[in-house]
């Protein structure tokens, strides 16, 4: 069984950082991309970022320059720093990964439980 568990969310000020942790863990034999993505309330979920397999990222237009995403490879782990937080920046993240688990043939997308990001102005 595939868990992902995020870490690192909270209450910070406008034009602070805040660095979330995902961390995967159990039967993986491959992990493809993993991702960031974000719910605020009465909106729908958003990319906020992608770090492919192969070292590509992405940000949407709304974070680059601010948001960075990173994984050690090491430790199934992602992270993301956020800097110069914004109000609009409030949300629920959650951490997605492209996982093949071993004994199965196909690779699918596992999900976290999300963490709380709540940034006052």
């Known amino acids: 069984q595939v868990q992902l568990v995020e870490s690192g969310g909270g209450l910070v000020q406008a034009g602070g950082s805040l660095r979330l942790s995902c961390a995967a863990s159990?039967?993986?034999?491959?992990?493809?991309?993993m991702n960031w993505y974000r719910q605020a309330p009465g909106k729908e979920r958003e990319l906020v970022a992608s770090f492919s397999n192969g070292a590509s990222t992405n940000y949407a237009d709304s974070v680059k320059g601010r948001f960075s995403i990173s994984r050690d490879n090491a430790k199934n782990a992602a992270y993301l720093q956020m800097n110069n937080l914004k109000p609009e920046d409030t949300a629920v993240y959650y951490c997605?990964?492209?996982?093949?688990?071993?004994?199965?043939?196909?690779?699918?997308?596992?999900w976290g439980q999300g963490t709380q990001v709540t940034v006052s102005s």
């Open positions: 159990g039967s993986i034999l491959s992990i493809n991309s």
């Open positions: 997605n990964a492209d996982i093949r688990a071993r004994g199965s043939p196909f690779v699918r997308g596992y």
